[in-house]
């Protein structure tokens, strides 16, 4: 690199190049700036080395799980508030309560008098001192024999043999109560095949196969399937939805696991990409016409209609820049956004569903300031001479117009009470997926993978809408499946 050359040149060296003419000149000159631009483009490589290496949980997109042993040291959004830990005043403790009909009562008779020593007998009882012990008993499998009746006409000297009910099956078989154990442990507890039957074998005193475990998952998606087509049908037309997606691995390939979900309402499907051809295969952001929350994927900023944007992960992306670039702006945005998300909090605590005009004046007049303080900060480089395209930006920059051209889509929340100031919903709803993944690995097979996401739907579904897991699953598979709040 003549750049580097140069640095090394003796005087001698230079006039050397000097005496040599104008043209030899030029040719030193034009060489030293092609050096001068590898330099500048190792510059910026080393520069983006240095941002990935600093990249963590809690300023980046990145999960806790990756920080490893370096965890950094926790910086919490919100403010103190002075109270400590623990149950506040007014809030309904829970405690186990006694029980006025217990299952068994066991007396306890004293044997003689604590004064005189006499012998006591067991009647004449002046009262007694209550405590209870709430235990589960072993469990055991129970076994039901159905007999089909065989009755021999005594007119005409036929034999006619009774209907068995349609769930029993010729031969042995398992009953609802140990598939629905085998679902819940599998789909809900995240427990792989082996580790399944070795509970219920623990449990009940039965090895159940992996097979017969894989026939138990399928049937009782195949009961899902109706009501996954309602949980759909309802979240497409719901007024405030939440879109993420994450990858997990199907037959050792990345695929995309992609959630759409309300406070009430949960719908998994995996596919192989990402984005737009995911999102029209699934068949829910296309026809959704509400407001819909999510990250800056670009998929999701491409749609239109109403959006709404994770201030979540902008505040991790502030974060960073905080951290790397030492500007001010950052911070002070920040500070903005978690002070607008209070002030929301007080209003909608205090049942009001809108702020006032002139607070929302003054609250968009700060966030544009602030956007203009960024941009000024970090201006767009001019493209270089015969340069295709944009010139590479910053960071800072690319974030400072991405705030600048959503400004609406960040600020929703502000305008609109339904809308939340974050995705974490979605978050919440794929974190126990990524726990499947460590627990179990990959999907063996993508029928697999769709039958897990389709019962984990319903599961999470059911769960929001303040049923029980095991006894939903069980309920399902006697076909008396709960009543969901589908609007």
Not at 89 to 98: E, N
Request: net charge positive; aromatic share 6%.
């Amino acid at each position: 690199m003549w750049i580097i050359a140069a640095v090394k040149l003796t005087r001698k060296e230079s006039e050397a190049i000097y005496d040599a003419g104008k043209e030899r000149v030029v040719e030193v000159l034009l060489e030293m700036s092609v050096g001068l631009e590898q330099v500048e483009v190792l510059k910026r490589r080393i520069d983006e080395l240095e941002r990935q290496g600093k990249q963590n949980s809690q300023n980046s997109h990145k999960p806790p799980s990756s920080d490893g042993y370096r965890k950094p040291a926790p910086k919490s959004q919100r403010k103190r508030t002075g109270r400590r830990s623990g149950g506040q005043a007014g809030h309904a403790g829970t405690t186990l309560a006694m029980s006025d009909t217990p299952d068994h009562v066991t007396d306890y008779w004293p044997e003689q008098c604590g004064e005189c020593q006499s012998k006591l007998g067991r009647t004449h009882a002046s009262g007694c001192e209550r405590r209870q012990v709430h235990d589960i008993p072993p469990v055991h499998i129970e076994v039901t024999e159905h007999r089909a009746m065989q009755v021999c006409c005594g007119k005409c000297g036929a034999v006619t043999q009774a209907a068995f009910p349609e769930q029993v099956q010729p031969g042995v078989q398992y009953g609802n109560g140990v598939a629905a154990l085998a679902v819940y442990a599998q789909v809900y507890q995240m427990l792989p095949l082996e580790r399944t039957a070795e509970l219920i074998r623990d449990q009940a005193g039965r090895m159940l196969s992996e097979g017969t475990l894989v026939t138990m998952l399928g049937r009782c998606a195949e009961r899902v399937a109706p009501i996954e087509q309602q949980i759909k049908d309802a979240i497409i037309i719901a007024p405030v939805a939440h879109f993420d997606e994450t990858g997990l691995r199907v037959c050792g390939k990345l695929n995309w696991l992609h959630v759409a979900s309300t406070g009430k309402l949960t719908y998994y499907a995996i596919d192989e990409k990402r984005g737009t051809l995911a999102h029209e295969r699934i068949g829910i952001l296309p026809q959704f016409s509400g407001v819909a929350a999510h990250d800056a994927y670009a998929s999701y900023l491409k749609r239109d209609g109403p959006k709404s944007l994770c201030n979540a992960h902008l505040l991790r992306d502030l974060t960073a820049l905080e951290e790397s670039t030492r500007q001010r702006w950052p911070t002070w945005l920040k500070t903005f956004l978690v002070d607008v998300k209070d002030r929301v909090a007080l209003e909608r605590d205090q049942g009001k569903s809108a702020l006032a005009p002139e607070v929302l004046a003054g609250f968009e007049a700060e966030y544009d300031r602030l956007i203009r303080r960024a941009r000024k900060s970090n201006p767009r480089p001019a493209r270089a001479p015969g340069q295709r395209g944009r010139a590479r930006a910053s960071p800072a920059c690319n974030l400072a117009e991405r705030l600048r051209e959503h400004k609406d889509s960040v600020l929703r929340f502000m305008h609109d009470f339904r809308v939340p100031f974050d995705n974490n919903q979605a978050e919440r709803d794929l974190r126990m997926m990524k726990v499947k993944q460590k627990v179990s690995g990959c999907f063996r097979s993508a029928e697999g993978g769709r039958i897990f996401a389709s019962v984990r739907g319903y599961i999470s579904t059911v769960r929001k809408q303040g049923h029980q897991a095991l006894a939903a699953l069980r309920d399902l598979l006697d076909g008396k499946p709960v009543t969901l709040q589908l609007a």
